[in-house]
């Protein structure tokens, strides 16, 4: 199994982002047919695969906005206010994906992307382990 670590920076602000590019160079230098593992070492913040650039993200972090408010109702109340529901968010979008690989390229569908939730502004900096298992 090949597997490598992306440094991905968010910023100080609720994102969607695309790491569809990175997922497919590291697919074409595995090369072949297997399968592609997204995970999220990280306790808030997941992967989701959806269409990306038709508002799409945006609708996703409105939702999440009316899910999991930034407010005070949250008992785990550390760093900045409403803290708590990126720890919750997890259980929506969770920190991992798979996806089928095919003669090195992701088998997305036509409209389909990988992407990097992240709705904790305290965290800047995330990690993202992709793993690459070739067929046999």
């Known amino acids: 199994m090949r597997s490598t670590l992306l440094a991905v920076h968010t910023g100080r602000t609720e994102v969607v982002r695309d790491i569809t ?16 593992h997204i995970f999220v070492p990280h306790a808030t913040a997941g992967v989701a695969v959806l269409e990306l650039g038709a508002y799409s993200d945006d609708d996703l972090l409105a939702a999440l906005r009316d899910l999991l408010p930034a407010d005070d109702r949250w008992r785990h109340a550390h760093g900045s206010r409403g803290h708590g529901r990126s720890h919750v968010m997890p259980a929506l979008i969770a920190p991992y994906a798979t996806v089928p690989v095919l003669d090195g390229k992701p088998a997305l569908g036509t409209w389909q992307s990988i992407a990097l939730v992240d709705v904790n502004v305290d965290n800047p900096d995330r990690q993202v382990r992709l793993s690459f298992l070739a067929s046999v």
């Open 21 to 36: 590019p990175e997922c497919t160079d590291f697919t074409a230098a595995a090369g072949g047919d297997g399968l592609l």
